[in-house]
């Protein structure tokens, strides 16, 4: 685990509300010079605590019209169901996320996709036709008050 003092949390807080933040303005928010601030950072980034940087799309503006929560139990509780299971999340597009959890069942997805029509057949055509999925119980997102991903 790497040790991190108070300025280096403020740089991931900072970082982590703006990615595209110059370091000359990160180096101003935290308090360092701007040659000190680049350091910090690199070595955040080289200790793997800044694993990388991405952009945030607009789910309207990018088609995504429907997002959903599904849990997902499986038929066997073994390594290799497990490992399929992992493997076909990790093909699908409309999975930005797979959590495997503790719990009544095995696995927390969240999916994205255009609409109810596009859900349906991911639901059925592709996720519901792993041969590893017993059970599937579907979290329709109505809205998202609090989302820090964004």
């Known amino acids: 685990m790497t040790n991190l003092d108070t300025i280096d949390r403020k740089i991931l807080r900072e970082l982590s509300a703006d990615g595209r933040l110059s370091n000359l303005a990160l180096a101003d928010r935290v308090g360092l010079s701007p040659s000190a601030c680049l350091r910090r950072t690199a070595a955040l980034e080289k200790a793997g605590v800044i694993r990388g940087y991405r952009a945030v799309l607009s ?12 849990t997902v139990g499986l038929n066997q509780h073994t390594k290799p169901a497990q490992e399929a299971f992992e493997r076909a ?42 041969p590893q999925v017993h059970m599937l119980t ?5 809205g998202s008050p609090k989302d820090e991903r964004a």
Not at 100 to 118: C, F, K, M, Q, S
Not at 138 to 142: E, I, L
């Open 59 to 70: 789910a309207e503006k990018t088609g995504i019209g429907f997002t959903a929560y599904i």
């Open 89 to 130: 999340m990790a093909a699908a597009s409309q999975v930005r996320e797979c959590h495997n959890v503790t719990g009544p069942v095995e696995y927390l997805l969240r999916v994205e996709v255009t609409d109810l029509i596009a859900y349906k057949h991911f639901h059925t055509e592709i996720l519901g036709a792993l």
């Open 138 to 142: 579907s979290y329709v997102v109505m």
